[in-house]
């Protein structure tokens, strides 16, 4: 029986068991390739990050799989992965360790912020946002499936937008109306064929604390997770999202997962040009470790 060892983290969080849990498995080479996604099935987390290391201690290989299929890119395992790696492998001062994790959509580069010998905030830089199909033709239809009326929701358009996984931004009026979404599986399995199958992200632009801008909630069934406490890679477009339509000046800080009992804050800070076209998205947040063990397996 072979093993390899694993850590966890609490991503987006400065507390323990706030935020998205993410599993980092720092070294898997001797994992055979059909066991990745069984392992992160049984782990049963929003992702598990499974690491192959260079030789070079700011270069890393990265995979992230979720319960149900292996994602090109993902924000809070960016995160997640870069603040274990700042922590485990380097200990600048107060300085700022910059390094590269490969991924399926190519190299994303990070930045880790270190406070008194520690990690304090992990940044990461992420793929120009694509602006995709609009589906406000299915406005009635999706507001049902969120358990939502069609006046619940804003003007600006309901949009695919992807930085590198595709999400649909479907923007809701009030905070109130957000947190009380109930996300209709029936009415997604009857919708998912034209909405492309991408996944839905639901967003009102305005915070439940006194520090958060943008409040929202992320539903990704077909990927395992039917609800997400923190998503990086949906908060990237949502930013990008709300620039373009100038519904509120950044940055911001995004709040998710209050619903879920797993409160999550994501920085936000997005730059376009004068012709309002985006040309840089970062995120960035908080962890906290939370424990470490060995998988057994076949």
Known sequence: MRRANYFLLDVFTKKRYGGNQLAVFPDAREIPEDQLQKIAKELNLSETVYLTPTGDSKKYKMRIFTPGLELPTAGHPTIGTAFYLARELDHPSDAVFNF????????????????????????????????????????????????LQESDLLETPIQEVSSGVPYIIVPVRTLESVRKISFQTNSWKALKKSLNNAFIYAFAPQGQTATGDLHGRMFA???????????????????????????????????????????????????????????????????????SGTFFYD
């Open 100 to 147: 590269v994790l490969e991924q399926k959509v190519g190299p994303i580069q990070v930045a880790v912020a270190f406070k008194n010998n520690l990690p304090e905030l992990a940044t990461m830089d992420m793929p120009t946002p694509r602006f995709g199909t609009k589906y406000d033709h299915l406005r009635t239809e999706i507001a049902q499936m969120l358990d």
């Open 221 to 291: 069934p077909d990927a395992g997770i039917l609800e997400d406490p923190a998503t990086g890679s949906a908060n990237g477009p949502l930013g990008a999202y709300v620039k373009y339509y100038e519904l509120k000046e950044g940055p911001y800080l995004s709040e998710q997962g209050f619903e879920m009992g797993r409160p999550s804050f994501i920085h936000i800070n997005i730059e376009s040009n004068s012709q309002n076209k985006i040309e840089s998205v970062k995120i960035g947040g908080n962890c906290i470790f939370v424990g």
